[in-house]
């Protein structure tokens, strides 16, 4: 929905709507599990863990949420070609994530997600230090420096979370090996 609303820069209210019912659908399936995992006795991994991998996945819906928000708040003529790039990154490490949960159960092939979702945060890293290099250059506008230095880091944080994500998952792997 994001990288929609960044290659689609039409509707963005509604966009940025569907994305935060998204986040709120989310934030409902975390607490339902939450619920369930004070309910049950054994878990399939530890609870902590469980507890750990859900948090994670819903900051990284948090995270993309307010990202699409404030596109809206801040009035963005249109993205740049760095901030589709970064949401592109966002939409691969979400694609990876999913892959790595649909896998836990077997726990084989785990660590390949994993390594993905670095190499995808360092990507994302080196865009986002050299945009907002680039926006100190003294060729900006001060509004624009302060809407895109925001923009740009949460973007780029978003794959941090996922990257957190990530460890998250290595860490119930080497925990259930």
């Not at 230095?149 to 990257?163: H, I, M, N, P």
Request: charged share 30%; proline share 2%; glycine share 6%.
């Amino acid at each position: 929905l994001l990288l929609d609303m960044m290659e689609h820069y039409e509707d963005l209210e509604n966009k940025a709507a569907r994305l935060k019912e998204v986040e709120h659908q989310g934030d409902l399936v975390t607490h339902e599990l939450f619920e369930r995992l004070n309910r049950t006795f054994i878990t399939p991994i530890e609870r902590e863990d469980i507890h750990d991998l859900a948090s994670g996945l819903d900051d990284v819906l948090d995270a993309v949420e307010a990202i699409g928000t404030r596109f809206v708040l801040f009035r963005v003529p249109s993205p740049t070609p760095e901030a589709v790039k970064l949401a592109r990154i966002v939409v691969q490490c979400g694609n990876q994530l999913e892959q790595a949960v649909g896998s836990l159960k077997g726990f084989k092939n785990l660590m390949g997600f994993s390594i993905e979702i670095n190499r995808l945060e360092n990507e994302a890293d080196t865009i986002s230090r050299n945009v907002v290099a680039d926006l100190f250059n003294g060729n900006h506008e001060l509004i624009d420096v302060l809407r895109w230095k925001e923009l740009y880091g949460r973007l780029e944080a978003a794959t941090d979370l996922s990257e957190d994500v990530a460890n998250i998952i290595e860490a119930i792997v080497l925990k259930n090996r």
